[in-house]
């Protein structure tokens, strides 16, 4: 027996989105009152009265004097090293899980990504820049409050809640370590942790939950600045919502159109040519993109309706009619999750300045995304996917067949003749 | 017991709240992941220090979603239905909908055909990626029975999604061409 039924499962699963800080927080709430009501009942009632006078006499102490206890008065170090400014300044970096591979040389790079954040805590603004080997990527400004999606990192709430709510809240020492062979102990706020160098108290490294696994951060500065204004002028690109590295934010769904049947695709559009990396092409597919509030709505301006071309690629045993993966995802991942498992298709765009994914890449170059992805605690298995430029299209090549063949069709790539589809 | 309640909820919360969002839906997940914490709050003191955490944890879920198998039944029905409206709760997201709407049909399909005996050892075989011994444990069955309910199940569902041959595909608006 085959785990197919089983791999088309994990997917199945693995499309549900991760909840946020707030459910999390909620339902930790609700589950610890649960405790609570249980035990509110009459012949409890002296050990809860004694309990209670016992958390307001705990919590006196702490607002009397909030940086002593159990860790020797470590936090307040921590603290005293990052500052006490109105803003916070965090630099953090970490590194991706893609590779560029330069298709002349075939160098293999991961650039390094690099987040500098800053937060006015007392006027609501706050300000990130996304950098990739020194070159600016993204740059947003707003307000803390009303921030969204992957505009405010975690390491960023980490140091906001730190340095705004520490007075009163409950860091704790849980931990020590080393990081680049300096001694850390481990400071933890909620769901995250920071590593603070045990000479110099500084926070140094950043981790934070996902599933079984830590996320992990490297901390370049983490400071409690003044306040400067012209750390809230934006100098970069405006508000980019996806960085190299990871998947676009959301999807960008095409539909197959039947009355495009017979209409003439036009030149110049890229083809691998009829055979590559043991496939051969199978069908080659005009789709459309709309333009709605869910669907590329993002990037640069874009056109109502994108038009784009898709090439199927698939063993000769294979049925046609499964050939093409609809609807049509141009990020790679289609959600038809049988045919993420048996075809290779190369996605064709017209070429839109400052798009990600395909604006994070390197002339020349492809950047290739692992063909397994962890949700959660869990590790499944998705198509490799590509990320390129060339001759004024934006093009995307999903496979199964792993890095090899996922650069035998980059390099493969050329450009067509005009032809009737 | 070897962790504390808030080391656990720190790493399964998110796992067991996907877990029962993709089977009863958003709006129950929530509900039935603070429950499932809740009641594993409680008892904490009775839990015996020798039992692995997870598998209780999950044998815990599955007894309350046990009792919204209607909830789940219509879930799996309206994923099934690929192309309509998929009966979503208010607050769902758009993902959620177009997840609904778009894609796993058959295998939603196939999945509500299976008896739930079969289905929930599947699903915390392939969801929670829980061992046989933890689904033995988590569900209080010997071990026979769990990989026999397991094997009948996987093999149901390929006779059910047609793995073994050609898959069908309807909806498809394909042009074979050369380039």
Do not use: C
Not at chain 1, 60 to 74: H, R, T
Not at chain 1, 372 to 396: A, F, K, N
């Amino acid at each position: 027996m085959t785990n197919d039924e089983l791999q088309l499962l994990r997917e199945f699963r693995a499309g549900i989105p991760a909840p946020d800080e707030a459910t999390r927080r909620r339902i930790y709430a609700q589950a610890t009152r649960g405790r609570a009501r249980a035990r509110r009942s009459w012949w409890r009632l002296p050990s809860v009265v004694v309990a209670a006078g016992v958390a307001t006499a705990a919590v006196a102490v702490l607002l009397i004097s909030p940086w002593s206890g159990s860790d020797g008065g470590l936090v307040q170090r921590a603290l005293a090293a990052i500052g006490d400014g109105p803003v916070v300044h965090l630099v953090t970096e970490y590194a991706p899980s893609t590779v560029y591979v330069n298709l002349k040389t075939g160098r293999e790079s991961a650039g390094t990504l690099r987040t500098e954040t800053w937060f006015d805590r007392e006027n609501d603004r706050y300000r990130s820049i996304e950098t990739q080997g020194g070159r600016l990527l993204d740059d947003q400004l707003g307000t803390y409050r009303n921030r969204r999606g992957n505009q405010v990192t975690a390491a960023t709430h980490f140091f906001v809640a730190l340095a705004t709510g520490l007075k009163s809240s409950s860091a704790k020492l849980v931990g020590r370590g080393t990081f680049d062979g300096r001694p850390i102990y481990w400071l933890r706020l909620g769901f995250s942790e920071v590593g603070v160098d045990a000479h110099t108290y500084k926070p140094i490294l950043f981790r934070s939950r996902s599933g079984k696994r830590y996320l992990y951060e490297r901390i370049l500065v983490a400071k409690a600045i003044g306040y400067d204004p012209s750390d809230f002028e934006r100098r970069g690109p405006k508000q980019m919502p996806a960085f190299p590295g990871q998947l676009a934010a959301g999807y960008a769904f095409g539909s197959t159109d039947r009355a495009a049947n017979g209409t003439v695709v036009r030149a110049p559009w890229l083809t691998a040519g009829t055979a590559v990396a043991g496939l051969r092409l199978r069908a080659v597919t005009p789709f459309t993109i709309r333009k709605t509030k869910h669907r590329f709505s993002y990037g640069a301006p874009r056109p109502e309706a994108i038009h784009g071309l898709a090439l199927v690629y698939g063993s000769p045993s294979l049925a046609v009619a499964t050939a093409l993966p609809t609807p049509v995802n141009v990020y790679g991942r289609p959600r038809d999750a049988l045919a993420a498992t048996r075809f290779t298709t190369v996605y064709e765009l017209p070429h839109a300045p400052r798009t990600p994914p395909w604006f994070g890449v390197p002339a020349g170059s492809v950047e290739i995304q692992s063909g397994y992805t962890t949700v959660g605690s869990h590790v499944v298995r998705t198509p490799w996917i590509g990320y390129l430029s060339r001759e004024g299209r934006d093009i995307t090549i999903s496979t199964p067949l792993g890095p090899h063949a996922l650069l035998r069709i980059a390099h493969g790539l050329h450009v067509g003749r005009s032809g009737s589809a | 017991v070897g962790h504390s309640f808030d080391e656990v909820f720190a790493a399964e919360f998110e796992p067991l709240h996907g877990y029962i969002r993709r089977r009863l839906g958003a709006s129950a997940a929530d509900d039935l992941t603070a429950e499932t914490f809740a009641v594993a709050y409680r008892r904490w003191g009775d839990l015996d220090p020798a039992r692995p955490v997870r598998p209780w944890l999950y044998g815990i879920a599955t007894n309350l979603i046990r009792h919204q198998w209607r909830k789940e039944r219509r879930m799996l029905r309206a994923y099934a239905r690929a192309g309509a409206e998929a009966p979503v709760a208010a607050d769902d997201t758009a993902v959620d909908r177009l997840d609904a709407r778009m894609e796993r049909a058959p295998l939603a399909a196939a999945l509500s055909e299976l008896r739930r005996e079969e289905r929930e050892v599947l699903l915390l075989h392939a969801w929670a990626e829980l061992t046989d011994a933890e689904i033995a444990e988590s569900l209080s069955l010997p071990l026979g029975t769990v990989k026999s309910r397991l094997s009948r199940g996987r093999q149901q569902l390929r006779n059910r999604l047609g793995l073994g041959g050609q898959v069908e595909a309807t909806h498809l608006s394909t042009i074979e061409g050369q380039p």
